[in-house]
């Protein structure tokens, strides 16, 4: 063998030293740490093996036995096992696997039903909503004529009657619904007797909730919504992907929207890791696994409540947590950075009607699919809650060396809980 040949057979320790240890590093940390990143998980190892596997090597324009390329008998039946189990599991007539992640994903469905200048309603983004939602700053924004909707101040919750009389005055062409931090169930049938009315496409963007839906933890909006988005990690606990389910009546307008208009070849690699993840979630282990994520939400909702924590909407139904720290006297992005520091990973968020900036925001969003699939259940929400509640505290009294205690203990803890496709 020449000595190129050899050079391409080397394993990452050896080819790239220091990229090899940047990976190890990250799942030390990943594994050291309590991951409260609401839009994160942890992939099994067999999604890894896939997502890492020689599919990568592939390309393929088209799709299954419509390919611009020869060679595709094996990767056509990989992309067809992953529709085929998409629609299972979700009960939809179509599904497409290919979009890169979430904002493709959710552009594909802009193009398919819409033209440049056309009106969307999506919530808004200080609200819970998403930049392609319709935000300024995204093409969604700047392609699209954009109106939103909130929540009330109140109650810190969607207010449907608001949401029909923006629609009824704007009569959008199509109606978005879901979000990127709705720590309340999403009214799906709410929505789509909205959008009947006006006469708008009803998109559902689930990214964040979708293995909640798959394993029975949150209403479905798959028969109710014209065409259903959603990311392949988070909740779900798969590659980095994402998909598009729809009635059959879109399929093509779907399809044609993805390929050849947004994308080129498709990653084989996490077509075959989406696959295997929704073999996963069809599992009645996932069912359990779903309904312990919303029981862990729950549990360290009501631990943060007892520690004097105000929560948007006073809790969860969900995954999802958003604290506003206002109360508290110490604004979200400090707090996040102290509690990275004491071994507690998450993200400072806008509330709604935040007066602070998007980058220097009064909130924190917190999720439980990590720590889930750890294996944590709620009694470990509660030292959650204190190890929190310590952290914001010394944080804004300026006690570093409690942040290290507290990094200590969360050290400790972790190492009866071992993390997927990582070993110490």
Known sequence: MSDAYEALTANLAAADPEIERLIEAEGRRESEKIRLI?????????????????????????????????????????????????????????????????????????????????????????AGGHLTHGAKVSATGKWFDAVSYGVRRDTGRIDLDE???????????MIICGGTAIPRTVDFAGFKAIADEVGAVLMADIAHIAGLVAGGAHPTPVGLADVVTTTTHKTLRGPRGAMILANEEHAKAIDKAVFPGLQGGPHNHTTAAIAVALREAAKDSFKDYAAQIVKNAKALAAGLTARGFDLVSGGTDNHLILVDLTSKDIPGKPAAKALDAAGIELNFNSVPFDQRKPFDPSGLRIGTASVTTRGMTEGDMDLIAGWIDRAVAAAKDGKEAELDVVAGEIREHTKAFPIPGWKA
């Open 38 to 126: 609401a839009s994160e998980n942890y992939v099994s190892q067999a999604v890894m093996e896939a997502t890492g596997s020689i599919l990568t090597n592939k390309y393929s324009e088209g799709y299954a036995g419509k390919r611009y390329y020869e060679g595709q008998q094996l990767i056509d039946q990989v992309e067809q096992l992953a529709i085929d189990r998409a629609k299972a599991l979700f009960g939809a007539d179509h599904a497409n696997v290919q979009p890169y992640s979430g904002s493709p994903a959710n552009l594909a469905v802009y193009m398919a039903f819409l033209n440049p200048g056309d009106k969307v309603l999506g919530m808004g983004l200080p």
């Open 163 to 173: 949401v029909a009389e923006i629609a009824r005055r704007e009569q959008p062409k």
